[in-house]
């Protein structure tokens, strides 16, 4: 899966609980992303980065919160968990701007009880 | 909001037919990408084609383009029953950020044995 890993695979959390995803690239791409999957609804993106240190909402950002501190490392925070929040989550990679090619992680299932 | 529309939903087809699949999207491209997603994994890039383009191949796959009527269409001729999966049409914003992909909701395609 072009040297992307997400950790942890699988969680499950109690509402109202934070949650750290992890995103780690051995690509030295400059772009990293989060999606989230869910059932009507597709891939929707929820953060990006386009530097280290340098990050900007996406579709659905309400809820989320991001970090990149060095360039293989790309952190997705639920601040307080809701069941909405429910998903498969989506990190991917890219060398150039985002109209290019992006190269997926394996996803996490998150579910909210 | 969604800016591809995959269409059909879903589909399914017999092994050695071809499967066709269609993408709207809304807004002036700077290119279209395919993705296909096996069940329970991450998205893997396909095909890009350029708004300038046409009419791409790749292998078994044939993506066309036409940027007048925002439409492109996903061809896989020969089909297996390993190309069962999800595919999704993404798209940039020529006019937006060159930062971000959106993706449609997918078409889900089944190879029958």
């Known amino acids: 899966d072009a040297g992307i890993t997400q950790s942890p695979r699988h969680k499950v959390t109690e509402t109202g609980t934070p949650v750290t995803l992890r995103c780690h690239q051995t690509e030295n791409h400059r772009y990293m992303y989060w999606y989230r999957q869910d059932p009507g609804h597709g891939l929707r993106l929820i953060h990006y980065s386009y530097g280290v240190k340098d990050t900007d909402k996406g579709e659905v950002s309400d809820g989320y919160s991001v970090s990149r501190s060095k360039t293989e490392d790309f952190l997705l925070t639920l601040e307080s968990a809701t069941s909405s929040q429910t998903s498969v989550y989506f990190c991917?990679?890219?060398?150039?701007?985002?109209?290019?090619?992006?190269?997926f992680g394996p996803g996490t299932r998150l579910t909210v009880t | 909001s969604q800016q591809g529309e995959e269409d059909p939903q879903a589909l399914s087809i017999q092994e050695g037919e071809n499967a066709t699949m269609n993408c709207s999207y809304k807004?002036?491209?700077?290119?279209l990408q395919w993705y296909r997603q096996n069940s329970g994994r991450g998205l893997v890039h396909l095909i890009l084609i350029r708004s300038n383009e046409r009419e791409k191949h790749s292998g078994r796959l044939r993506v066309t383009l036409d940027t007048s009527k925002k439409s492109s269409s996903l061809l896989i001729t020969a089909s297996r029953a390993a190309d069962t999966a999800s595919y999704f049409c993404?798209?940039?914003?020529?006019?937006?950020?060159?930062?971000?992909?959106?993706f449609g909701k997918g078409t889900l395609l089944t190879v029958n044995p």
């Open positions: 807004t002036s491209i700077n290119n």
């Open positions: 991917a990679i890219s060398q150039l701007a985002g109209a290019y090619e992006q190269y």
């Open positions: 993404a798209t940039d914003d020529s006019g937006g950020s060159n930062y971000k992909l959106t």
